[in-house]
């Protein structure tokens, strides 16, 4: 099964652009990339997702990296409140719910 | 519309005894799943199902059962709990579909003493 690596840690600062990695070097071309973050004493919350090309939406950034083997997670401006753990998983239909596996994720801090 | 409901959301068992976590969703998802995380770790899927009256074992299965007589409902039951198995447990739900999103539940916080 392809699996996701991420940093365990990241700090930013408050107000400032915040880049969260994932290589996924073994991503087969029917797997979608997957973020979600799980903020202190909560379940984890679905962020964005994408295929090939970049995403945005209201919450973050998602940059693909052309080969796929690697995505970033872009959040603009970081606040207070995203300080939480980011996963970074893959999904493809054609395996299940089985591949569904969540790392250890980053735990991202952000200083006032 | 609620979203993914767990029942109950703190619970303290002594070892040996039985207790049922209900999951319901609103959404009329095919997928639903239980997953446990442990302190400072990420989420281990237990059990899994892709549709009414099916089941799945995902990666840490020992100990647990589960059931989904109705759509809406997913239990996972732990018949002889033990201290191994504290932990807090999500329960999640999706469409089949590789870009959809999963919906997750706020927890239950099982501690076996």
């Known amino acids: 099964d392809a699996k996701t690596t991420q940093p365990n840690s990241m700090e930013s600062n408050e107000e400032e652009p915040v880049h969260l990695p994932c290589n996924h070097s073994t991503i087969s071309g029917t797997d979608y990339i997957h973020w979600y973050r799980q903020l202190p004493s909560q379940g984890p919350e679905y962020v964005i997702h994408?295929?090939?090309s970049n995403v945005n939406n209201r919450m973050a950034s998602l940059a693909i990296a052309e080969d796929r083997k690697s995505s970033t997670l872009i959040l603009h401006r970081a606040t207070l409140r995203d300080a939480a753990v980011y996963y970074c998983i893959l999904r493809d239909y054609n395996q299940g719910a089985q591949k569904l596996v969540f790392g250890q994720g980053t735990r991202l801090t952000i200083n006032p | 519309n609620a979203g993914v409901t767990q029942t109950p959301k703190f619970r303290v068992l002594k070892t040996g005894q039985s207790m049922t976590l209900l999951c319901a969703q609103d959404?009329?998802?095919?997928?639903m799943y239980w997953y446990r995380q442990d302190p400072g770790m990420g989420l281990r899927l237990i059990h899994y199902s892709v549709g009414e009256g099916t089941t799945a074992k995902g990666e840490v299965p020992d100990g647990y059962n589960v059931s989904r007589l109705k759509k809406q409902n997913f239990l996972l039951g732990l018949e002889s709990a033990a201290p191994s198995q504290t932990s807090v447990y999500f329960c999640?739900?999706?469409?089949?579909?590789?870009?959809?999103?999963?919906?997750f539940g706020n927890g239950t916080r099982l501690t076996v003493t």
């Open positions: 994408g295929l090939t």
């Open positions: 999640a739900s999706s469409y089949p579909r590789s870009n959809s999103p999963l919906h």
């Open positions: 959404m009329n998802h095919e997928y």
